[in-house]
């Protein structure tokens, strides 16, 4: 039997120990953890499982406070906005820990993976154009959340002409 406490199905320098043997791991890092488990019998036969464990500071965990700040608030659909979620905080995980996904036009779909906080983003909005409220979902390493939203308005460059029909009475 082996063990992997950072996840990764890293057994390598393990000795195979009995099963009958429990182990024990400390973690420097708050946070969910994976950890990993393979286990052979006396005929080299093997299967591994995975579980998840979460490491809250004393207290417990608090969801984070997001903060999201859209440069420029106002453009074209050529024009790349720029937002930044990096004001965001949590009352244990730095902004490198801190993960963040967008949903452009606050539709209820979030558009992005979960990104790192501390990085900043650009979206272009090609098109679409009107008055569009994005959402940020910041989470914190213990899976807790916190939306912020900012409205931007996106205009097209040149005027759009509908096509008009009238009705010969
Ligand atoms: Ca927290
Ligand atoms: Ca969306």
């Known amino acids: 039997m082996k063990w992997d406490k950072w996840g990764g199905f890293n057994f390598s320098g393990q000795d195979w120990q009995p ?16 950890v990993d488990l393979i286990v052979m019998d006396t005929g080299y036969l093997m299967d591994d499982t ?5 490491v809250v500071p004393p207290g417990g965990n608090n969801p984070p406070t997001a903060q999201l700040v859209i ?10 906005f720029t937002l930044d979620v990096s ?12 993960s963040v996904r967008f949903d452009w036009t606050d539709d209820g779909v979030f558009d ?5 906080a501390s990085q900043t983003y650009t979206v272009t909005f090609h098109d679409m154009w009107g008055q569009f409220t994005v959402r940020a979902r910041v989470m914190d390493s213990g899976g807790l959340t916190d939306d912020a939203t900012q409205t931007i308005t996106v205009t ?12 010969s009475q």
Do not use: M
Not at 50 to 54: R, S
Not at 71 to 77: D, H, L, N, V
């Open 112 to 116: 992005t993976s979960w990104l790192n």
């Open 19 to 34: 099963a009958t043997q429990p182990v024990q791991f400390t973690y420097d890092r708050l946070g969910q953890h994976t």
């Open 71 to 80: 440069t420029p608030t106002t453009g074209t659909i050529t024009t790349t």
């Open 156 to 167: 097209t460059p040149y005027r759009i002409f509908l096509p008009l029909a009238t009705k």
């Open 50 to 54: 995975e579980c998840v464990l979460e």
């Open 87 to 98: 004001g965001s905080t949590d009352d244990h995980d730095a902004i490198y820990d801190l």
